[in-house]
């Protein structure tokens, strides 16, 4: 459900939407009554399956910040994609650490508008939906989007994220 009109919308999604329009991407961000916080809850509120839902995730690997976009449908496996990526170990970001290396908070991290371009995994899944869902900078903003269209504004790798 969208916000009522005249509601502006959060800095860090102006800035998500501005990046978008620059790359050309036609998929304008919505801000939604619900929160979007979760897949589950971004599939409930938007009605779509939430393999759909493209999740932004920030881990280490060897103290720097890296971006894996996963579907919501299943949890990333460290360890198997960490060997498939030629990467060192991965763990998760702390709320702290994923706030500075994207300038947004869990829960609402977009792929793209972070102050600097992070290495990116795009998961393998998320082309089997033909639209898909991500967080646009904050908990209740979204755009629709490819994996296609992920691939080419991180520059990400597209490769299984789970065992």
């Not at 009522?4 to 959060?10: E, W």
């Not at 360890?79 to 908070?105: D, F, M």
Request: net charge neutral; with cysteine.
């Amino acid at each position: 459900m969208l916000p009522q009109k005249g509601t502006l919308m959060p800095a860090r999604s102006m800035e998500v939407a501005r990046v978008l329009a620059a790359a050309g991407v036609a998929g304008q961000v919505r801000e939604l009554t619900e929160s979007t916080r979760t897949a589950v809850e971004a599939a409930e509120a938007l009605g779509c399956d939430v393999g759909a839902i493209a999740n932004s995730l920030v881990f280490l690997s060897d103290d720097q910040p890296v971006l894996v976009l996963t579907s919501g449908r299943h949890k990333v496996d460290t360890e198997a994609l960490a060997a498939r990526w030629g990467r060192g170990k991965l763990r998760r970001a702390t709320p702290e650490q994923v706030r500075q290396a994207t300038g947004q908070a869990i829960g609402g991290v977009a792929p793209v508008g972070h102050p600097q371009v992070l290495p990116a995994v795009v998961d393998a899944a998320l082309t089997e939906y033909p639209q898909l869902w991500a967080a646009a900078g904050t908990p209740r903003t979204v755009f629709p989007t490819t994996a296609g269209e992920l691939l080419r504004l991180t520059g990400g790798l597209l490769l299984p994220v789970g065992p």
